[in-house]
């Protein structure tokens, strides 16, 4: 019996011939992302929406930057990402771990800190 190439897909992942990868993934031919750093990489707790950029390496069109403060994520090149984070969501300061996901694969998170803001003068 023989199974359709969509099968294939679901069951077992592929490339192409020569490549098998985990099932389900984004992308049948994700790899392991990273995240070098983040540009701002704090604001105030409370501020509007920003527009955080994410430089690292392995990032691709279904990549998809994850934290419940993440509005939504842009694709801009294999070494950048930009995360519309929204810091008036956040309930008090707090580190915000961004991962880059790529299928199933996640980077190792970098740290964008949320702080109260000054006291008024």
Known sequence: MTRSQRHLVETVGYCDRATTIAQGGLSPCSSVPRVLSLVPDT???????????????GFGR?????????????YVS???MIAVLAPSKATG????????????YYSDPE???LT???PPA
């Open 62 to 74: 279904e990549s998809r930057i994850t934290h419940p403060l993440v509005r939504s994520s842009v």
């Open 78 to 80: 294999h070494t950048e």
């Open 116 to 118: 109260n803001p000054p």
């Open 93 to 104: 300061p707090t580190d915000v771990e961004l991962s880059v996901q790529n299928g199933f």
């Open 111 to 113: 740290i964008f800190k």
């Open 43 to 57: 604001a105030w707790v409370g501020d509007s929406d920003l527009d955080v950029h994410v430089f690292g390496v």
